[in-house]
C-alpha cells in the first residue's frame, strides 16, 4: 500500500542512520496531553510536545489487509502528580487519541509531516502506583470501531426533528392508525 508521506520524510527512512520517534496525542477537557519518545519540548504542527524519553510504551499497530478495527494499549510511567489526577478525575471515555511516526533529521529537529500510524478513541485507563512510580495504560480503539456501532433511530417525532427541526410529518402518524379508507368501494365513470 502506497504512503503519503513528504520527500524529506522518505530520504530520511532511506538514510543509513535513522532517529524514530513516536508522538501522542490524548485529549481531554483540560487539555491535550502531548507526549514523545524524547527528550525535551518538540514541537509539531504549531503544538509543543514533551519529552518522555523511554518512559511512554506502545504496543504494535497491526495493520491488516481485510477492514478491521486494531486496538493499541499505550503505557506511561514515572509521571507528575498533576497528569496522574488527570486520569484519576477526568472523563476519558471515547476522547480522540492518536500516534504519528517521525523521523528526526541529523540535527535532531522533526521531519515535516510524520505519519499518523492510529487514531482511535481511549477505552480502558489502568493506574499503577507501587509507592516508587506510577504508571498509566491506556486501551484504546481504533475509529474504525464506529462502523460496528448501529445508529439507532426510531420513526418518531422527537427522532425526526432532531434531524429536521421544521419537520411535522412524523406529528400526523399517531392519527392515521385508526383510520379507516376504503379502496375500490366506489365506482369512477
Do not use: H
Not at 514523545?36 to 511512554?56: A, K, P, R, V
Not at 478495527?69 to 487519541?97: H, T
Not at 429536521?164 to 365513470?189: A, C, H, I, M, W
Amino acid at each position: 500500500m502506497a504512503r503519503d508521506i513528504s520527500s524529506g520524510f522518505e530520504t530520511e527512512i532511506d538514510a543509513s542512520l535513522m532517529r524514530p520517534i513516536i508522538l501522542t496525542k490524548a485529549e481531554f477537557d483540560s487539555g491535550d496531553l502531548r507526549l514523545w519518545t524524547g527528550l525535551g519540548d518538540l514541537t509539531y504542527n504549531s503544538e509543543i510536545y514533551t519529552g518522555s524519553g523511554n518512559l511512554l510504551k506502545m504496543n504494535s499497530v497491526k495493520e491488516t489487509q481485510n477492514l478491521s478495527a486494531n486496538n493499541v494499549s499505550f503505557e506511561v510511567s514515572g509521571l507528575p502528580s498533576g497528569v496522574i489526577s488527570i486520569a484519576l478525575s477526568e472523563d476519558y471515555q471515547d476522547r480522540p487519541i492518536a500516534a504519528y511516526f517521525g523521523v528526526l533529521d541529523e540535527n535532531f529537529a522533526l521531519i515535516a509531516d510524520p505519519y499518523q500510524i492510529f487514531a482511535g478513541q481511549m477505552d480502558v485507563m489502568g493506574i499503577k502506583d507501587d509507592g516508587v512510580t506510577s504508571r498509566i495504560t491506556v486501551d484504546t480503539e481504533s475509529e474504525l470501531i464506529l462502523l460496528n456501532e448501529t445508529g439507532e433511530q426510531r420513526y418518531t417525532p422527537e427522532d425526526q426533528k432532531s434531524l429536521y427541526p421544521n419537520d411535522e410529518g412524523f406529528d400526523f402518524v399517531p392519527n392515521v392508525k385508526d383510520l379507516e379508507l376504503s379502496f375500490g368501494s366506489g365506482r369512477l365513470d
